[in-house]
């Protein structure tokens, strides 16, 4: 489907877009709210700033897309491939990522309030900075990514892999880490007041103080 035509149905109030191939469209600012976009082909999209918000991207392959800026609040993006898409400054606010594959995406800076990564793969994800209040990452798949300075307060991270994350200064209030990996992870200058790591490997990891968690627990 062309873009002009896809644009002029929705505009006309069309919603049923599933299984289209766009890709490597243009779409920058586009308005698509609530569009049902399951299984489209966005591969190397330019979605940047588009309006996505309540959108059905379940199973969709955004695969190096653009969608820096984008709305996807409330957005059903449960098993999307996000392989090296960037989402820089997206706002994801109670997005449903369920599954989705996220390795190597940009997430910097990224809003994703009370978002459900349960499952999700983010490995070597840019989370820079990023809001992940309240999250669901429940057996998500977290080795080697940028956490720095996340805002991850009463987020879900029970069973999550975080061998070799970056979490320093990240802020882990009553963040739930029970049976996680953190095995060479670095919470360094993080904020863990009332965290849960009921379970939870730390093998090499470095703590908020500087100390390995071995050397950390002998201070107790």
């Known amino acids: 489907m062309k873009i002009d035509e896809l644009l002029r149905q ?62 996807l609040s409330g957005a059903d993006l449960s098993g999307a491939i996000l392989v090296g898409t960037k989402l820089h400054q997206a706002d994801l606010t109670r997005a449903n990522l369920i599954k989705a594959d996220l390795t190597r995406a940009n997430l910097s800076q990224v809003n994703m309030i009370d978002a459900d990564l349960s499952r999700a793969i983010l490995c070597e994800t840019d989370l820079h900075g990023a809001n ?10 977290l080795n080697q990514a940028d956490l720095i300075g996340c805002n991850l307060t009463r987020a879900d ?16 209030t009553e ?18 007041s009332e965290i849960n790591l009921a379970g939870a490997a730390l093998d090499g990891a470095i703590m908020p103080d500087g100390t390995t968690y071995e050397e950390f627990q002998r201070g107790l």
């Open 10 to 71: 929705y505009a006309r109030g069309e919603r049923n877009f599933s299984g289209v191939y766009l890709h490597e469209v243009h779409l920058l600012e586009a308005e698509l709210e609530g569009a049902n976009l399951f299984e489209a082909d966005l591969i190397g999209a330019n979605l940047s700033r588009a309006n996505l918000s309540r959108a059905n991207l379940t199973k969709a392959n955004l695969s190096q897309a653009n969608l820096i800026g984008a709305d």
């Open 132 to 141: 992940l209040y309240g999250v669901n990452l429940r057996r998500a798949i």
């Open 157 to 172: 991270l029970a069973g999550a892999d975080l061998i070799g994350a970056t979490l320093t200064r990240a802020d882990l």
């Open 175 to 192: 963040a739930l880490l029970s049976a996680a990996d953190l095995d060479g992870a670095s919470l360094l200058g993080a904020n863990i």
